[in-house]
């Protein structure tokens, strides 16, 4: 019996952060329990109230996903505000958050979270649907542009 590859699904949102001194420093920090109270600080503090709610959310449903789905799914979740989730954005053409990327080829933008687990669900027996998400235009190797 042939195995298949994970659906691979990226999250775009908002995340909560948290900023890290230098790996001796975070040593020090933890043994001495120094950093405990700053690092709760700093994400209980990272994101407005209406964004950490829609992270809850985000989180949540990631949960849900990995529960039902185990290895047969791997999920990403990515800051939409670090460099990598402004490069994401823009590859994919994402300019409201959440968005979801299914396998590379479908997004889902906003938290319609039953649409995307339903893409999801359908990546999972094998469909290739178009109608299950926009699809998002492969880059040509030779030029670098879209096809």
Known sequence: M?????VRVE???YAP?????CQHCEVIGQVTGATANVR???LASSLPEDL?????EVSNWVRGLILTYGERINVRVVDAA?????FKSVRYGIRKYPGVIVD?????????????????DERMAGGRSE??????PERSPAKGGLR
Do not use: C, M, N
Not at 17 to 21: K, S, W
Not at 104 to 120: E, L, M, N, P
Not at 131 to 136: C, E, K, R, Y
């Open 2 to 6: 042939k195995s298949r590859e994970a």
């Open 11 to 13: 999250v775009l949102t």
């Open 17 to 21: 952060v948290a900023f890290f001194h």
């Open 40 to 42: 709760r600080e700093q």
């Open 52 to 56: 950490s709610e829609e992270y809850l």
């Open 82 to 86: 670090s460099i990598e989730g402004w």
């Open 104 to 120: 590379g080829k479908h997004k889902i933008v906003g938290r319609d979270y039953d649409q995307a687990s339903a893409v999801i």
């Open 131 to 136: 109608q299950s998400g926009p699809q998002i």
